[in-house]
């Protein structure tokens, strides 16, 4: 797309009274001095198209000042263009800024009350948002900076101009570059599916976790190593000793009288155990046809009783039922009642026209009304007598299962009555109980008493001792833990330090890639501009890499290039933009003055803002 400037008209526009240049899609170089206005034309011409100037500012100083800097008032102040878009018929774009003055009620003078800005296309006047439309329809604002003015890409973000470069030149893919590289072969199994981006996250999270780690297990093992004791006692000789006063114990315990009581209590107590479970073998073989029909009773209790809890719950259904259909059908009754009342409304004029309608159209809407509550009001009817006659057989189930369950409750009561006495006629059938148990009963309790009352030996000397022995054994117990723990660190120390090696490597590779690929989107972008070329990383102080955007002219860095060849610099990454988006649209240069020869020529329309001693502007076109 080519976008020309055939004609622009400046009015009361910052200072400028009038002035218009005509270069009808030429090149224009316009002088003057300092403050003539050059700059004006462009902001001018920007702020038609997008309501800003040169420097990116909405609020800026349009209206014309007097000679003490006061605004002058009721003054229109306007910007007119005439664009030649792809050589067909011009564009007329107008711009109006003008002040609001109203007559308040009750005031004989105007007073001022705001702005207000009018847009016209051809000559017709239009919205605002028609105006944006038509103008980001024909090119965006920010793409249009890009195409038009020398220092606009190098004002943005640097991630930004990566971001456009990129998109010039188009990205290089992952596999280009390990293919480019041998050393990078094995970076796609490394990030099996994670991003660059992502595996770097991962890896850093990992390394710093794993920095922390290690930071905390030498100390860990000094503390650890610190606790130790001192290793002078023998575990077999402390087991020795142990042995040895476990038998003493035991020997000022051991007394042969207490042992022969012991002896005799065991035996009796074994001869009663036998007695009594004779005892209990004869009274369940004297009681076994009682059992047995006190078994059967209970089945039977069992059985009736699932029976009722079947029963009551079909009652309870059964009644919920009636319940409900009893609420439809007052419901049904009050449904039918509406219904019976209400009558045909129909209009007698058409809401259209308001004539009369036809007597056969009303009753013909009469008659579609009768039909459709006579059939309403048949289906209200027949709901009710279903609803009816369920609730009679209803009531005849819940009739018939009351008395049923009347006659089960009877049955439970005659079979619990029955199991009492059953349980009372158990409890009539005695065993004598063998004389045995009660001799021995009182025999264990002689022996028991014996026993008790034998002093006991002192021992406690001993087995003071031998807890101390204990605490000894235990402490070495302690240290053999404390010596294995100390291992345990020691091996999760050197799996550490080789997994952060691992990943160091990882990181090694990750920044290998990132050199790579800048190195190589690096030459393809810098073949696309004739003067600046591009920087796109640099190495940190960590060795790491850092993605930048930097324009260099020579070698120099952008921000230490003097100003022609900055103007010359700019031009060349124009051009190399236009080329790609395919816009040739109008380029503003100012501060020509600073090349030291005419800017190279460009497949464009060109406008030179250049110093001179000329008073008032002046402008030539090529």
Not at 75 to 102: M, R
Not at 266 to 275: G, I, Q, R, T
């Amino acid at each position: 797309m080519q976008i020309k400037l055939n004609r622009l008209t400046l009015e009361n526009f910052k200072g400028i009274k009038a002035f218009t240049i005509e270069p009808q899609g030429q090149n224009a170089v316009v002088r003057g001095r300092n403050a003539a206005g050059k700059t004006t034309l462009a902001d001018g011409f920007l702020w038609l198209l997008f309501g800003k100037d040169t420097q990116g500012k909405a609020n800026f100083a349009i209206k014309t000042l007097d000679s003490d800097g006061q605004e002058i008032h009721n003054l229109c102040h306007s910007v007119e263009a005439v664009l030649d878009i792809n050589g067909s018929k011009p564009v007329t774009l107008k711009k109006t800024f003008k002040e609001k003055w109203t007559k308040k009620r009750g005031s004989a003078k105007k007073s001022f009350t705001g702005h207000t800005t009018d847009h016209f296309i051809d000559g017709v006047p239009v919205k605002e948002k028609e105006w944006n439309q038509k103008i980001n329809a024909l090119i965006d604002e920010d793409t249009f900076k890009l195409l038009t003015s020398p220092t606009y890409f190098n004002s943005l973000h640097g991630q930004k101009r990566r971001e456009i470069l990129l998109r010039v030149c188009g990205d290089v893919s992952d596999a280009d570059v390990i293919e480019s590289d041998k050393a990078l072969r094995e970076l796609p199994e490394i990030l099996s599916s994670r991003s660059l981006d992502e595996h770097r996250k991962v890896v850093d999270a990992r390394k710093k976790e794993i920095n922390e780690r290690l930071k905390e297990i030498p100390a860990r093992i000094d503390e650890l190593d610190k606790s130790l004791p001192d290793e002078s006692a023998n575990r077999n000789e402390l087991q020795s000793a142990i042995n040895i006063l476990d038998a003493r114990i035991e020997k000022a315990k051991d007394d042969s009288e207490v042992s022969e009581w012991r002896s005799q209590l065991a035996d009796a107590k074994a001869f009663l155990s036998e007695k009594q479970e004779e005892q209990t073998r004869k009274e369940r073989e004297a009681n076994k046809g009682v059992e047995a029909e006190i078994d059967k009773l209970n089945a039977e209790r069992r059985a009736i009783s699932g029976d009722i809890a079947d029963l009551e719950s079909n009652l309870d259904l059964w009644e919920r039922k009636t319940l409900h259909n009893d609420n439809r059908m007052i419901e049904l009754r009050e449904e039918f009642k509406q219904e019976q009342v209400k009558s045909p409304h129909t209009e007698n004029t058409c809401p259209t026209c308001g004539q009369p309608l036809p007597q056969d159209q009303i009753d013909a809407a009469t008659a579609k009304f009768n039909e459709q509550q006579a059939r309403k009001l048949a289906a209200i009817n027949t709901e009710g007598k279903d609803l009816k006659k369920t609730n009679e057989i209803n009531e005849q189930e819940i009739k018939n299962g009351k008395a049923k369950l009347s006659s089960f409750q009877g049955t439970v009561a005659k079979l619990e009555k029955q199991i009492t006495e059953a349980e009372a006629q158990k409890s009539k059938v005695t065993i004598p109980e063998d004389s045995g148990i009660k001799e021995m009963e009182t025999e264990i309790t002689r022996l028991e008493k014996l026993i008790s009352e034998k002093p006991k030996p002192d021992t406690l000397s001993l087995e003071l001792e031998r807890k101390e022995k204990q605490a000894q054994i235990a402490t070495l117990d302690a240290a053999d833990k404390t010596r294995k723990r100390i291992e345990v660190l020691g091996e999760e120390e050197k799996d550490l330090v080789a997994e952060h090696e691992r990943l160091e490597k990882e990181t090694y590779l990750m920044e290998r890639f990132i050199v790579r690929k800048s190195e190589i989107l690096t030459e393809k972008i810098n073949a696309m501009f004739k003067m600046v070329k591009w920087s796109l990383f640099e190495s940190q102080i960590n060795e790491g890499v850092k993605e930048v955007c930097y324009a260099t002219v020579d070698g120099v860095p952008w921000d230490s290039v003097n100003d022609g060849n900055k103007l010359l610099g700019g031009l060349d990454i124009v051009e190399t933009l236009q080329g790609h988006y395919g816009i040739k649209a109008c380029v503003w240069v100012d501060h020509v003055e600073c090349l030291s020869s005419p800017p190279p020529e460009m497949d464009c329309q060109m406008f030179l803002l250049s110093v001179s001693d000329d008073k008032e502007l002046n402008v030539e076109y090529e």
